[in-house]
T-cell receptor, first 114, second 110 residues
Framework: DVKVTQSSRYLVKRTGEKVFLECVQDMDHENMFWYRQDPGLGLRLIYFSYDVKMKEKGDIPEGYSVSREKKERFSLILESASTNQTSMYLC?????????????FGSGTQLSVL | SQQGEEDPQALSIQEGENATMNCSYKTSINNLQWYRQNSGRGLVHLILIRSNEREKHSGRLRVTLDTSKKSSSLLITASRAADTASYFCATDDNNNDMRFGAGTRLTVKP
């Protein structure tokens, strides 16, 4: 089975800190995604990547950046954390196929910015 | 922007009853998928239906898709307490990204 591992289950940071959220997948998937999940808003796409060193903005990229130096690892970076970035962050990966692409998710990182 | 919108936002039923959740979306899609999320955890893929399909079954799950109305429904038959979770639809428009709705919170009472 595909495993998507997020480095931290819970994280507490202070306003202004630089925060790194790490995600690793073990199935050689091409695509990787970062979402944030907030009550009542569902999942919103922050960034995604379809290849090493490639990245695409999702719907809410402001205040975030990403890095994909290796195929298995996709990092989300909060350049200067703010309280409105307190959220559950979910990483996912998928292998693009014709009409059958499905996402495999990590367990999530609950980030609190104080 | 959000693509799918689930309805209802919350649903509470008794064990053994059927649960129906609906999803509406806005643009043309390649496929539509349903996911389940237990509280505070990641999402798990349940079922995928392609844009040229109208109905699909998997165990106690039945999914329908109406592309003319841009809507889908997920039916869980003979529900169990263990089905208690949030359910999300997601649409793939073949642009290498996937967008989710806000979800339906299902509670199945024993």
């Amino acid at each position: 089975d595909v495993k998507v591992t997020q480095s931290s289950r819970y994280l507490v940071k202070r306003t202004g800190e630089k925060v790194f959220l790490e995600c690793v997948q073990d199935m050689d998937h091409e695509n990787m995604f970062w979402y944030r999940q907030d009550p009542g808003l569902g999942l919103r796409l922050i960034y995604f990547s379809y290849d090493v060193k490639m990245k695409e903005k999702g719907d809410i990229p402001e205040g975030y950046s990403v890095s994909r130096e290796k195929k298995e690892r996709f990092s989300l970076i909060l350049e200067s954390a703010s309280t409105n970035q307190t959220s559950m962050y979910l990483c996912a990966s998928s292998q693009p196929t014709t009409g059958d692409e499905k996402l495999f998710f990590g367990s999530g990182t609950q980030l609190s910015v104080l | 922007s959000q693509q799918g919108e689930e309805d209802p936002q919350a649903l509470s039923i008794q064990e053994g009853e059927n649960a129906t959740m609906n999803c509406s979306y806005k643009t043309s899609i390649n496929n539509l998928q349903w996911y389940r999320q237990n509280s505070g955890r990641g999402l798990v893929h349940l079922i995928l239906i392609r844009s040229n399909e109208r109905e699909k079954h998997s165990g106690r799950l039945r999914v329908t898709l109406d592309t003319s109305k841009k809507s889908s429904s997920l039916l869980i038959t003979a529900s169990r307490a263990a089905d208690t979770a949030s359910y999300f639809c997601a649409t793939d428009d073949n642009n290498n990204d996937m967008r989710f709705g806000a979800g339906t919170r299902l509670t199945v009472k024993p």
